[in-house]
C-alpha cells in the first residue's frame, strides 16, 4: 500500500505509536501531519521505551525518512530535548533523513505563556489543555501572525517579523491578561539560537514528498491524538486545534486526498480520553480503577490518569463515516484478558431519543450509553500472533466490534505494548525489526 494514513479513532491514545513504529519496517517515509508535543506516542521495541512527541515513529528505522509535516506545531525546545532523548539511547537522527517543514508552524514562548492564562481565565470551562502552547499557535496561524519554522532561518526577516508579532503578543499578555510584557531581544535572541541548531532540519519538504509519490514509495502518513478530539468534527469546544482525521492527513502532510489509498483506524479495545468533554461510556468506581491500572492509562505528556470506559461503537462508527477506514487496528485487547464480562456500547439515549450516531457536544454531553454485554475469555491473548491464537470469545468480541464499525476489516491486533506484540490478520506481512 504505498500511502496510508494511521488515524485514531476515539479521543486519543489508541496506540498509533505501536502501529506506527510496526508498520514503519516497511516503509520508506513516515510524515506526521498535525499536532506538536500536547500528546505522546509511547513506543516500546528493541531499543526500549520511549515517549515521542514530535517526532514521527519511524525515527527508529535507518532506512526510513521521517518528516515533522506542515500541519504540525512545533516547539523547537522540545524538539531538540527530543532529539537528545533519541540520540542518548543510541539512535541516529541524520539531517539526511530527519526533516521539519519550513512551513510547519513555530511554538513560540508567549504561546505557552498565554496558553496557560487562558485556561486559567476560562475558570469552570477549562478545556484540560496540556499548556504547551498548541492552541494559541494554531490560532496565531489562523490569525495569520504565526512564525513558520524557515523564519528561524532568516535573522534578517526574522528580527523584522517578530518584532511585529511581539507587540502584539506583548498588548495582549499586558492589556487582557495584566502580565508583564516578554523582553522582545531575549526572545529573538532564543529563536536566533534555534535556527542555528535546526537549519540542517528545516527544509521544504514538498519536493521530497512528491519524489516519494512519484516513485510509489511506501509513505506512511501519522496522526495525533483521534476523531473525536477534531477541531471540525470533534466534541467541541473539547477538540485540538488541528485536524487529527484522514482528511487531514491530505492537508497537513500536503499529499493529494486521493494519493491515500489505505486508511487504518486505531481503536483500542476499549475508550480512554485526557482532558475536558463527554465520554458517554465513561466508567468510574472499580471497573475504572482496573482498566486504568492494567492498561497503564496515564498521560505519556503529563502523566495525568486517563479517564476510562468501555467500546464505544457509536464514536468509532462515526470516525470510520468521517475518515473512511480500510480497516480498523484495535490494540490493547490484553488489557481485557481476565474480566469476566465486557460491554459495547450500541447507541446512545438523549433524553429518551436513540442516537446511533455522534450528536453535537451539547446533546453528546447528556448521552447515555445503550450496552450490549459479552462474556470476557479470562485468558491471556499476549501470546497470540494469529487470528487463531485469540480465544473464541475474544475473536467474537472483536467480529462484533468489526460489525458495529460498519464491517470494516480489523487488520491488527495489539496483544501487549511490544513492536512484537502485534498480531497481523489480513495475511500482509510486515517483517518485524
Ligand atoms: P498513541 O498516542 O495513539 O500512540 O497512544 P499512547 O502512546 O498515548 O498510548 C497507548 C499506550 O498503550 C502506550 O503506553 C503504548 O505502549 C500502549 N500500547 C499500545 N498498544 C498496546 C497493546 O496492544 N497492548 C498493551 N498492553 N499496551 C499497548
Same mark, same amino acid.
Given at each position: 500500500?504505498? @500511502?496510508?494514513?494511521?488515524? =485514531?479513532?476515539?479521543?486519543?491514545?489508541?496506540?498509533?505509536?505501536?502501529? +506506527?513504529?510496526?508498520?514503519?519496517?516497511?516503509?520508506?517515509?513516515?510524515?506526521?501531519?498535525? %499536532?506538536?508535543?500536547?500528546?505522546?506516542?509511547? +513506543?516500546?521495541? $528493541?531499543?526500549?521505551?520511549?515517549?515521542?512527541?514530535?517526532?514521527?515513529?519511524?525515527?527508529?528505522?535507518?532506512? +526510513?525518512?521521517? *518528516?515533522? =509535516?506542515?500541519?504540525?506545531?512545533?516547539?523547537?525546545?522540545?524538539?531538540?530535548?527530543?532529539?537528545?532523548?533519541? $540520540?542518548?539511547?543510541?539512535?541516529?537522527?541524520?539531517?539526511?533523513?530527519?526533516?521539519?517543514?519550513?512551513?510547519?508552524?513555530?511554538?513560540?514562548?508567549?504561546?505557552?505563556?498565554?496558553?496557560?492564562?487562558?485556561?486559567?481565565?476560562?475558570?469552570?470551562?477549562?478545556?484540560?489543555?496540556?499548556?504547551?502552547?498548541?492552541?494559541?499557535?494554531?490560532?496565531?496561524?489562523?490569525?495569520? *501572525?504565526?512564525?513558520?519554522?524557515?523564519?528561524?532561518?532568516?535573522?534578517?526577516?526574522?528580527?523584522?517579523?517578530?518584532?511585529?508579532?511581539?507587540?502584539?503578543? $506583548?498588548?495582549?499578555?499586558?492589556?487582557?491578561?495584566?502580565?508583564?510584557?516578554?523582553?522582545?531581544?531575549? @526572545?529573538?535572541?532564543?529563536?536566533?539560537?534555534?535556527?542555528?541548531?535546526?537549519?540542517?532540519?528545516?527544509?521544504?519538504?514538498?519536493?521530497?514528498?512528491?519524489?516519494?509519490?512519484?516513485?510509489?514509495?511506501?509513505?506512511?502518513?501519522?496522526?495525533?491524538?483521534?476523531?473525536?478530539?477534531?477541531?471540525?468534527?470533534?466534541?467541541?469546544?473539547?477538540?485540538?486545534?488541528?485536524?487529527?482525521?484522514?482528511?487531514?492527513?491530505?492537508?497537513?502532510?500536503?499529499?493529494?486526498?486521493?494519493?491515500?489509498?489505505?486508511?487504518?483506524?486505531?481503536?483500542?479495545?476499549?475508550? &480512554?480520553?485526557?482532558?475536558?468533554?463527554?465520554?458517554?461510556?465513561?466508567?468510574?468506581?472499580?471497573?475504572?480503577?482496573? #482498566?486504568?491500572?492494567? =492498561?497503564?492509562?496515564?498521560?505519556?505528556t503529563t502523566g495525568r490518569p486517563r479517564r476510562c470506559g468501555w467500546f464505544d461503537a457509536v464514536a468509532v462508527r462515526y470516525a470510520a463515516e468521517l475518515?473512511?477506514?480500510?480497516?480498523?487496528? +484495535? &490494540?490493547?485487547?490484553?488489557?481485557?484478558?481476565?474480566?469476566?464480562?465486557?460491554?459495547?456500547?450500541?447507541?446512545?439515549?438523549?433524553?429518551?431519543?436513540?442516537?446511533?450516531?455522534?450528536?453535537?457536544?451539547?446533546?453528546?454531553?447528556?448521552?447515555?450509553?445503550v450496552y450490549e454485554e459479552f462474556p470476557g475469555w479470562q485468558a491471556s491473548t499476549t501470546e497470540a500472533r494469529a487470528w487463531h491464537d485469540l480465544p473464541?470469545?475474544?475473536?467474537?468480541?472483536?467480529?462484533?466490534?468489526?460489525? #458495529?464499525?460498519?464491517?470494516?476489516?480489523?487488520?491488527?491486533? =495489539?496483544?501487549?505494548?511490544?513492536? $512484537?506484540?502485534?498480531? *497481523?490478520?489480513? %495475511?500482509?506481512?510486515?517483517? @518485524?525489526?
Amino acid at each position: 500500500m504505498p @500511502v496510508t494514513a494511521v488515524v =485514531g479513532a476515539q479521543w486519543g491514545d489508541e496506540g498509533k505509536g505501536h502501529v +506506527v513504529d510496526f508498520m514503519a519496517s516497511q516503509a520508506h517515509m513516515v510524515i506526521r501531519f498535525q %499536532g506538536g508535543d500536547n500528546a505522546g506516542h509511547t +513506543v516500546v521495541n $528493541n531499543h526500549g521505551k520511549f515517549a515521542l512527541h514530535l517526532f514521527p515513529c519511524g525515527i527508529f528505522y535507518p532506512h +526510513v525518512h521521517n *518528516v515533522l =509535516g506542515t500541519g504540525m506545531a512545533i516547539n523547537p525546545q522540545s524538539f531538540l530535548e527530543e532529539m537528545t532523548m533519541l $540520540n542518548d539511547a543510541g539512535l541516529e537522527t541524520p539531517s539526511s533523513r530527519l526533516h521539519i517543514s519550513e512551513r510547519a508552524q513555530v511554538v513560540m514562548p508567549y504561546h505557552v505563556l498565554i496558553d496557560g492564562l487562558e485556561e486559567e481565565a476560562r475558570g469552570k470551562h477549562a478545556q484540560g489543555t496540556t499548556k504547551r502552547g498548541i492552541g494559541p499557535c494554531y490560532t496565531d496561524k489562523a490569525a495569520r *501572525v504565526g512564525l513558520r519554522m524557515g523564519d528561524l532561518t532568516d535573522a534578517g526577516h526574522l528580527r523584522e517579523y517578530l518584532r511585529h508579532v511581539m507587540d502584539v503578543k $506583548n498588548r495582549l499578555l499586558t492589556r487582557v491578561y495584566d502580565h508583564d510584557p516578554l523582553c522582545y531581544d531575549d @526572545v529573538l535572541e532564543q529563536a536566533l539560537a534555534w535556527g542555528k541548531q535546526l537549519a540542517p532540519y528545516i527544509k521544504n519538504t514538498h519536493p521530497l514528498v512528491q519524489q516519494a509519490l512519484r516513485e510509489d514509495k511506501t509513505i506512511l502518513l501519522e496522526g495525533q491524538l483521534g476523531a473525536l478530539r477534531d477541531v471540525n468534527w470533534g466534541i467541541y469546544p473539547y477538540v485540538t486545534s488541528s485536524s487529527p482525521i484522514a482528511g487531514g492527513a491530505a492537508t497537513g502532510a500536503g499529499v493529494p486526498p486521493h494519493r491515500i489509498n489505505n486508511i487504518i483506524g486505531v481503536v483500542k479495545a476499549y475508550t &480512554t480520553a485526557v482532558g475536558e468533554g463527554p465520554v458517554p461510556t465513561e466508567l468510574d468506581g472499580e471497573m475504572e480503577r482496573t #482498566l486504568r491500572e492494567v =492498561g497503564e492509562e496515564y498521560g505519556a505528556t503529563t502523566g495525568r490518569p486517563r479517564r476510562c470506559g468501555w467500546f464505544d461503537a457509536v464514536a468509532v462508527r462515526y470516525a470510520a463515516e468521517l475518515c473512511g477506514f480500510s480497516s480498523i487496528a +484495535v &490494540t490493547k485487547i490484553d488489557v481485557l484478558d481476565q474480566l469476566p464480562t465486557l460491554k459495547l456500547c450500541v447507541a446512545y439515549d438523549v433524553d429518551g431519543t436513540r442516537y446511533e450516531t455522534v450528536p453535537d457536544t451539547r446533546l453528546m454531553a447528556r448521552a447515555q450509553p445503550v450496552y450490549e454485554e459479552f462474556p470476557g475469555w479470562q485468558a491471556s491473548t499476549t501470546e497470540a500472533r494469529a487470528w487463531h491464537d485469540l480465544p473464541p470469545n475474544a475473536q467474537a468480541y472483536l467480529e462484533r466490534i468489526s460489525e #458495529l464499525t460498519g464491517g470494516l476489516p480489523i487488520s491488527m491486533v =495489539g496483544v501487549g505494548p511490544h513492536r $512484537n506484540d502485534t498480531l *497481523v490478520v489480513d %495475511g500482509q506481512h510486515y517483517e @518485524v525489526a
